[in-house]
């Protein structure tokens, strides 16, 4: 089984250029192309010599989650802002964010609150299906730090690569506002109701 780069229907986005979208989109390419090499080269490892090459195996497991969350949190990102913004439904989701937050604009307000936490990552809103809430958390490395079993419900990249084309470190505030005008929620509720 091998992974396939995933192709997403991305019209013009407000405030987000084509060209940092096109660099962007390279770096996913990278994750998807590295996932695939990892597990070749675990079997050819495993295939020649297990044991011999039991410590170099290891670590390209460790390395394998890094490209895999890599891909995925990639494909979270673009899916949630295909085929255009569409607003929030008056749904399920809006009713749960207000409940949490009080009100859908407070959420906003609470996300990129949390986007701007110094350093590079992911900002994530998560749906805990047991607890039956939602967390939104700021996510330092992708290999690390996800909350365990949780549905990803968007996934904001902070990483520089996302957005140093257009707006330096200074102004990633107007990158994140960006990315919120560039949601379509129906992507959003259509996760949650999965």
Known sequence: MEYKEQQFNLSTLKGISEKQIEIHLG????????VNLVREKIAELELEDKEKHAYAITELRRRFSFEF??????????EGLENGAQEISDGELKKALAGKYGSFEDFISHFKTVGMSRGIGWTVLYFDPKGKTLHVTWVGDHELGVLAGLPIL?????????????????EKGTYIDAFISNINWGVIEKRLAE
């Open 27 to 34: 770096l996913y390419k990278g994750y998807v192309k590295h």
């Open 69 to 78: 969350d890599g891909m995925r949190m990639h494909e979270y990102y673009f």
């Open 154 to 170: 968007i996934a904001l990249d902070m990483w520089e690569h996302a957005f140093m084309v257009d707006y330096t470190p200074a």
